[in-house]
T-cell receptor, first 112, second 115 residues
Framework: KQEVTQIPAALSVPEGENLVLNCSFT??????LQWFRQDPGKGLTSLLL?????REQTSGRLNASLDKSSGRSTLYIAASQPGDSATYLC???????????FGKGTKLTVNP | DTGVSQDPRHKITKRGQNVTFRCDPI?????LYWYRQTLGQGPEFLTY????????KSRLLSDRFSAERPKGSFSTLEIQRTEQGDSAMYLC?????????????FGPGTRLTVL
């Protein structure tokens, strides 16, 4: 059974800092890995999708990497801003199933 | 693109009542998913459709839960005889099967409170 873990559970940083969020998964036979942002009481916003054949994806100040063999992904946020404060969720799909398996998320607070 | 929409956004009901939620996916997406999220947890998969066919169901989807997508467009999720443990955010997502395959886009969710 696939399990996804995100460390740390919460992170507080000053504005302008570069930061890394971690995601690990127990079964390396994944199809896709997707990073999401969730604001309190809201739905999920897709940030980046990495397909299994890819090593990384970039969007603006965000960069996500994938190392399937070690079962890890990282989300790098450059020059953090207070508006980046949210919970960041990592999720994976595996071959033969379309369901996303989620971690519990990392709650990020960027202080002005 | 118009995003995924869900209705209602909030629902308060008494234990034992039936509730129904609606999801409208992004128009060209033929896959539709339902998830449930409780406080402090990541979303958990419930079921998914490709067009009108329900292709996968979680064990979380007890006999009291039923989902439909009759014409391959919008979907409904019904919970019969609600219990307090059903209180959660119910999230709908959609994706396409061509182009950027597999990227799921989520709606704003329906928050259910069972009293």
């Amino acid at each position: 059974k696939q399990e996804v873990t995100q460390i740390p559970a919460a992170l507080s940083v000053p504005e302008g800092e570069n930061l890394v969020l971690n995601c690990s998964f127990t079964d390396s036979a994944i199809y896709n890995l997707q990073w999401f942002r969730q604001d309190p009481g809201k739905g999920l916003t897709s940030l980046l999708l990495i397909q299994s054949s890819q090593r990384e994806q970039t969007s603006g100040r965000l960069n996500a990497s994938l190392d399937k063999s070690s079962g890890r992904s990282t989300l790098y946020i450059a020059a953090s801003q207070p508006g980046d404060s949210a919970t960041y969720l990592c999720a994976v799909t595996q071959g033969g199933s379309e369901k996303l398996v989620f971690g519990k998320g990392t709650k990020l607070t960027v202080n002005p | 693109d118009t995003g995924v929409s869900q209705d209602p956004r909030h629902k308060i009901t008494k234990r034992g009542q039936n509730v129904t939620f609606r999801c409208d996916p992004i128009s060209e997406h033929n896959r539709l998913y339902w998830y449930r999220q409780t406080l402090g947890q990541g979303p958990e998969f419930l079921t998914y459709f490709q067009n009108e066919a329900q292709l996968e169901k979680s064990r979380l989807l007890s006999d009291r839960f039923s989902a439909e997508r009759p014409k391959g467009s919008f979907s409904t999720l019904e919970i019969q005889r609600t219990e307090q443990g059903d209180s959660a955010m119910y999230l709908c997502a959609s994706s396409r099967t061509s182009g950027r395959i597999g990227e799921q886009f989520f709606g704003p969710g329906t928050r259910l409170t069972v009293l």
